[in-house]
DNA sequence: CATATATGTCAACGTGACTGACTTAAAATC
DNA sequence: GATTTTAAGTCAGTCACGTTGACATATATG
């Protein structure tokens, strides 16, 4: 496989430019909501990972317990996300998302899910599945068991694991 | 094409996750240079696009002057760009990495290549196609041009870019 | 000459990350 | 049962990097 450094420029480029402007789609909507990305990120996460205890939405994120206790502080105030804590082990906070944290959640994703969407159909399946594939390759091993926590939990109920997370439902 | 929500969010966290993973190649070494990413894409994009005026550049990174006037001031004190007045308009300052400039780009993109390289390695060039036509139906149009720029400035010399830009020569 | 453009600068501010130190409650281990 | 480890939270200070707004200067353009 021929790999000139032009084409490895290209691909940088294109990644930074993409995830730009697929961020630029919920920034948006952010705005409207008087929130900041580390707040899409937490709602995203939770609602993927419902009764995700802190530590794990902190191995996820990979940030401080201090930036994240912050954003967290935010979301239940504003009544978007509740803690529950753990019956096996008290000192867990489980986090899960309320009925207006999945609205909000589903608001800020909409658009990028359509303009993934979008992307998907032009490109056709074979492309969408070397896109997998590349970006599969470009993650590394901890981030990689991350990705495959969700397809395990799909494949568990055959059910896809944001349906069962209460986000999902609409089906694109 | 079957397009599930289930499929997008995997899509979603694919992007995540690999984006960050790759700036993470790129973090180690910027704070050996004691750098930010601010400083990494500006030296970045002077590399691929030497003699660029800073409104150029303004338009590629899309912040504002003030943002960037700080990282061209600090790069320029450390003696890795240089700023030349343009001869058809005076008022312009043009932008190139100096050698320094070009050696710490280089080092600070090294690993990126080295990983990207790999994954399309692994992926193989089919799948490589795929990631370029999903990531560019992700691009607005306007970063389109920017990027098309790019290979038409390939195509003009029949030489890659970053091969004129000094950036390049060795070939992967 | 008047106006628009390219660049730079001063000041203030916001977000979201960081380190470091310390607390509390509960679980786990010796 | 006492000790240690773990999960979570808090207080305080810092930093990188983006923002807005106001203004200054040189040069180009009508």
Do not use: N
Request: charged share 30%; aromatic share 6%.
């Amino acid at each position: 496989m021929f790999l000139r450094e032009e084409d490895l420029r290209e691909g940088m480029e294109l990644l930074f430019f993409a995830y730009r402007d697929f961020l630029e789609e919920a920034d948006l909507v952010l705005a409207r909501h008087k929130l900041g990305r580390a707040h899409h990120r937490a709602l995203y996460f939770i609602g993927q990972h419902p009764a995700i205890t802190v530590s794990g939405l902190l191995k996820l994120l990979r940030i401080t317990k201090q930036s994240l206790s912050r954003v967290l502080a935010d979301l239940v105030a504003l009544g978007m996300i509740e803690q529950t804590p753990g019956l096996r082990d008290r000192r867990q906070r489980h986090l899960a998302l309320t009925a207006k944290g999945i609205e909000v959640e589903r608001d800020l994703t909409a658009q990028q899910r359509a303009l993934l969407a979008r992307a998907y159909r032009q490109a056709g399946a074979e492309a969408v599945d070397g896109f997998r594939k590349v970006l599969l390759g470009l993650i590394t091993e901890g981030d990689r068991r991350a990705l495959m926590a969700r397809r395990d939990q799909a494949a568990e109920t055959g059910q896809p694991v944001a349906a069962r997370a209460g986000v999902g439902r609409a089906g694109l």
